[in-house]
């Protein structure tokens, strides 16, 4: 008779979903290298030109070349070394992550304080098909957690896992991967395509993203890489000699040759503008994709950084939806999410950077939210903050003009900050009309902005705290701020008189009061 054993039976670490001393993908330690090698290549360049021009090329081929060599091997070995004492453990309740050559630095992040998982495939890692996993943990700085690098699956393995383990799953051994390519399939399925953005579409919104970065850049490195040239680069007779073959040749052309050439180096800066934008936005925003997904928005883009980041629903606290001065003109607006998560950059949270209001609408539907309609009930700041700001701003304009008075050798000159201070309270009294909100059954709405007007809106369940603040002036003057408490963001309307502040604090109040805030990341 076989009696049964009593001894309970020991899982394995990794039969419980928790995967400890985890190393990252081996060829990380190759995108480091490389990574720290490009930091490299201006001071090789500019010491291999310097010794190349003293004729010394036999000394630079002895000594040069074995110390190149050293330099590649040392930065390659330290960056193995890195790799190799990076380590990472997926737990039960947290994922950790230990580092360190000299000094170990470990860290450990509760799954309950992670608000998102993304992914980012930058241009060297991405040929070597590896990712950058981020833990966005909303804590601002610098202390959201990353790893680096991962291969694409383990990486979208990984993300899967967390957000389970988040929601308070548990995969076992045997069914993580059934559960896996279920959860897979499931968002493969259900996903919706919200907005998208084709190369059409990307070379329109590159020209209202003019920009002459690139020449800053490369007037930059010239001033400061100006002694390695063999001439004056800054000598314009020197450039007209070399251009036409003698001296003060252009200005023997006259005024009208003069204002042609003028014409020609706005008409050469405009095209430079344009194409750094059309560039950059190409870069930045290629094969843009939104989706609606059955875990949230998920947004993927860019050529060569490619970002995939998932926005659970229930994280979006408020939208912010802006235009520009010119894009304004031709009905193009910008569409972001004030989500839980920490922003990482300014755009992170961007879902359509460049759409008509009829493409913004479902996205903001999707959301939660809705756009203000026909009936609602706008109101504008007070009268008298309008006075007090369009004053005080002049103010500022009639402070400069004094000096300008006693100093300048013409009174004549004076004219420029009395002109800008008229400006000032112009812009002010007209701005005051898109100076307003509005308040519903279920969401507040503020918008500001004369030329480039902005929204933001937010459901007033969302909303934690609501505050009014007074100064001196606005004390006497009877209007106040509201500052309303929103998480991932700040929500400010200024200039509200008071007794209008004192009603949007009782109906938001009201709202919070009757909110069961355990349930929001359920709704």
């Given at each position: 008779m076989t009696v049964p054993s009593t001894t309970p039976t020991v899982e394995p670490p990794e039969a419980k979903g928790v995967r400890s001393g985890q190393r990252t993908d081996p060829k990380s330690f190759v995108v480091r290298g490389v990574a720290i090698l490009s930091q490299l290549v201006i001071p090789l360049g500019i010491a291999a030109f310097t010794i190349l021009d003293d004729g010394r090329v036999a000394e630079a081929l002895m000594f040069g070349v074995p110390a190149v060599v050293a330099i590649i091997g040392i930065n390659f070995a330290l960056a193995?070394?890195?790799?190799?004492?990076?380590?990472?453990?997926?737990?039960?309740?947290?994922?950790?992550?230990?580092?360190?050559?000299?000094?170990?630095?470990?860290?450990?992040?509760?799954?309950?304080?992670?608000?998102?998982?993304?992914?980012?495939?930058?241009?060297?890692?991405?040929l070597f098909g590896l990712v950058e996993v981020k833990f966005e943990t909303g804590s601002g700085g610098g202390?959201?957690?990353?790893?680096?690098?991962?291969?694409?699956?383990?990486?979208?393995?990984?993300?899967?896992?967390?957000?389970a383990r988040r929601a308070g799953h548990t995969l076992s051994g045997d069914d993580r991967p059934q559960a896996e390519r279920d959860a897979r399939v499931e968002s493969e399925e259900l996903s919706e395509p919200l907005f998208t953005m084709g190369p059409r579409r990307l070379a329109i919104f590159g020209t209202f993203e003019f920009s002459l970065a690139v020449l800053a850049i490369l007037i930059g490195l010239t001033q400061q890489f100006e002694f390695l040239l063999p001439f004056d680069l800054w000598d314009l007779d020197a450039w007209e000699t070399r251009i036409t073959g003698q001296s003060a040749y252009l200005s023997s052309l006259g005024f009208g040759a003069q204002v042609i050439g003028g014409v020609i180096a706005t008409i050469s800066l405009v095209?430079?503008?344009?194409?750094?934008?059309?560039?950059?936005?190409?870069?930045?925003?290629?094969?843009?994709?939104?989706?609606?997904?059955?875990r949230g928005f998920r947004r993927r883009r860019g050529l060569l950084t490619k970002t995939d980041v998932v926005m659970p629903v229930h994280r979006v606290q408020g939208l912010k939806i802006g235009t520009g001065l010119v894009r304004r003109l031709f009905g193009w607006h910008n569409l972001r999410f004030v989500s839980l998560a920490q922003d990482s950059g300014a755009s992170n949270h961007v879902v359509a950077p460049f759409a008509k209001m009829a493409e913004i609408a479902p996205i903001v539907e999707q959301a939660g939210f809705h756009l203000p309609t026909e009936g609602a009930q706008w109101h504008r700041a007070s009268e008298k903050y309008r006075f007090d700001s369009a004053l005080g701003d002049s103010l500022w304009f009639l402070g400069a003009a004094i000096?300008?008075?006693?100093?300048?050798?013409?009174?004549?000159?004076?004219?420029?900050?009395?002109?800008?201070?008229?400006?000032?309270?112009?812009?002010?009294?007209?701005?005051?009309?898109?100076?307003?909100?509005?308040?519903?059954?279920?969401?507040?709405?503020?918008?500001?902005?004369?030329?480039?007007?902005?929204s933001q809106l937010s459901r007033r369940l969302k909303l934690h705290s609501v505050e009014i603040s007074r100064g001196p002036i606005a004390k006497l003057r009877g209007y106040a701020t509201v500052h309303l408490g929103l998480a991932g963001g700040q929500f400010s309307i200024p200039g509200v008189p008071i007794d209008r502040a004192l009603e949007l604090r009782d109906a938001v109040m009201e709202t919070i009061s009757a909110t069961d805030f355990s349930q929001l990341e359920k709704a």
């Open positions: 193995y070394l890195a790799w190799s004492r990076l380590t990472y453990t997926v737990g039960e309740q947290d994922i950790r992550v230990e580092s360190g050559i000299l000094s170990r630095t470990a860290r450990s992040v509760p799954y309950e304080r992670i608000q998102d998982v993304s992914l980012e495939q930058k241009l060297v890692p991405r202390e959201d957690l990353s790893l680096t690098y991962l291969s694409a699956d383990e990486g979208e393995r990984l993300r899967r896992v967390i957000r095209i430079v503008g344009l194409a750094t934008g059309i560039v950059r936005t190409f870069l930045r925003e290629w094969e843009f994709l939104l989706e609606r997904t059955s000096p300008v008075l006693i100093f300048a050798p013409s009174a004549l000159f004076a004219l420029i900050p009395l002109t800008l201070a008229v400006i000032a309270a112009v812009a002010n009294l007209l701005a005051w009309r898109f100076h307003r909100h509005a308040l519903d059954d279920t969401q507040i709405l503020a918008t500001k902005g004369l030329l480039a007007p902005r």
